[in-house]
């Protein structure tokens, strides 16, 4: 298909001005053809196998960068959840060492994360699950790049709360371990995980994915930001369909080099995720946009439709741009690394109970906030539960990543450093759910028998 010159003037203006980029390019490998009796031989393996990838990967992506002029931000690898590959070596030194091992070859090729360090539980633990969990403080704190995940409940099995009771507590211990409790960044609990989400903290190669596959995250806030800021007054049909041609825009170039960093490395293109991801950078701000509808901060009222018809115009232009939109493909609102959403909070404009409305129509969850160090761990259980029931009964991803600071209490700022960004820390609800979280068990399954 022929370009105008109009086209390729908007799109060098998108990446000059409006930091459009590839936000990740994340490298899925399945990791079961390394198991062996060996414990060393499983762990050379492992290592092999993903440093030999990620080279691959660091290399053809600076290629692509030079080629096509647009800057493919972060480079990946996400493996077969580990709780898989370690049941028959299920001691928690070797675990440990499982971590360093990938946190090694993630170094040594120069990739920024590697992810799937994590279990899927939602139904029960086995013997290896359960281990992984008591590690996870030790891993955390001790690796640079290992990020981890818990997929503890789907829309057709309900929500495993004796897993989510396990993770209030290993927060708790990861903060002591970490300084300002940033190993707690690394980690996020899911229902409803998809098995090729390319963003980190929670990407995983799923059991039903190819040994290979290359999943691309695009982002663009800026983007829309400035599309909405040059249709201040037209109404809301209008805006939803200026955003949605402003998506497919965004998802074809995002398509166009996953593609071909696919063909060079000689693996499957998985999907291209299209969630607007912000950085702390000024104007890459999904809080900016949702102030340029006309919300004075994000957090008031008001704020839950705009980011609504966002939400639905991002994935109404991505579907129209390509068949192989996946991931998660929606909205992120992080606290910690969005510019907006921290002066909103600062400014007392949003709190913990409008951000968990607000995600109810984006799909992402709570992300990277920071509450009092002292919260005790049934709380934090109970916000996790809270978020995560708004995923498991509307049948959508959603997820946590809730960062308890020791020391700190609510209005502090804590520095995360690079893009984790700085968090302000936000109040917590003092009463307690203790006699109800103790009760366990698992929330049921919604109906799905009448769909069959």
């Known amino acids: 298909m022929p370009f105008e010159v109009e086209e390729i003037y908007e799109t060098a203006s998108m990446i000059l001005r409006q930091h459009l980029d590839i936000r990740t390019t994340t490298l899925g490998l399945n990791l079961k053809d390394c198991i062996d009796s060996d414990f060393g031989v499983f762990r050379k393996n492992v290592y092999d196998k993903v440093c030999s990838h990620a080279e691959r990967l660091i290399a053809e992506s600076a290629r ?13 690898i996400a493996v ?26 993630a170094r040594d090729a120069g990739v920024d994360f ?7 539980v939602q139904k029960g633990l086995t013997r290896a699950d359960s281990m992984l969990i008591d590690v996870l403080p030790d891993v955390l704190s001790q690796t640079e790049r290992v990020c981890s995940f818990l997929n503890v409940g789907s829309f057709v ?44 903290a929670g990407a995983f190669h799923g059991v039903g994915e190819a040994d290979a596959a290359l999943n691309i995250g695009i982002s663009g806030p800026g983007v829309v930001r400035s599309v909405v800021e040059q249709n201040r007054d037209c109404d809301l049909t209008r805006l939803s369909e200026v955003i949605k041609r402003t998506v497919f825009k965004i ?8 593609r071909e960093l696919a063909r060079s490395l000689d693996i499957g293109f998985g999907i291209v995720d299209i969630s607007l991801a912000s950085t702390t950078a000024r104007g890459d701000s999904v809080a ?27 994935k109404k232009g991505g579907a129209m741009a390509s068949g192989n939109v ?23 404009a949003l709190g913990l109970d409008k951000l968990e409305a607000l995600t109810a129509v984006c799909s992402v969850g709570l992300d990277m906030f920071a509450v009092p160090g002292d919260t005790p761990e049934e709380t934090l259980c109970a916000i996790i539960g809270d978020e995560l029931a708004i995923g498991v009964i509307n049948n959508k991803t959603t997820a946590v990543r809730v960062i308890p600071v020791p020391g700190k209490k609510a209005g502090d700022l804590v520095q995360f450093g690079g893009l984790l960004g700085t968090a302000p820390v936000m109040h917590v609800n003092g009463f307690s759910s203790r006699d109800f979280l103790k009760r366990g068990g698992r929330l049921p399954a919604s109906v799905t028998s009448m769909r069959n």
């Open 64 to 76: 692509l960068e030079r080629k096509y002029g647009i800057p493919v931000v972060n480079k990946r």
């Open 80 to 105: 077969t959840p580990v709780s898989l590959i370690m049941e028959t070596h299920c001691e928690p030194e070797k675990f440990l060492e499982m971590a360093q091992t990938l946190d090694a070859a």
């Open 114 to 120: 590697i992810g799937g360090f994590g279990a899927l």
């Open 157 to 200: 099995s309900g929500m495993n709360l004796d897993a989510v009771n396990r993770i209030g507590p290993m927060l708790k211990q990861t903060a002591a371990k970490s300084e300002n409790a940033v190993g707690c960044a690394k980690f996020v609990v899911f229902v409803n995980a998809p098995e090729d989400n390319p963003f980190m």
């Open 251 to 258: 998802t074809r170039a995002g398509e166009l080099i996953g």
């Open 288 to 314: 900016g946009v949702i102030e340029a509808f006309g919300i004075e901060k994000i957090g008031t009222h008001g704020s839950t439709l705009a980011l609504a018809l966002l939400m639905n115009a991002v």
């Open 326 to 348: 996946g991931g998660l493909s929606g909205t992120f609102i992080p606290i910690s690394e969005d510019s907006g959403m921290i002066d909103a909070v600062c400014a007392g």
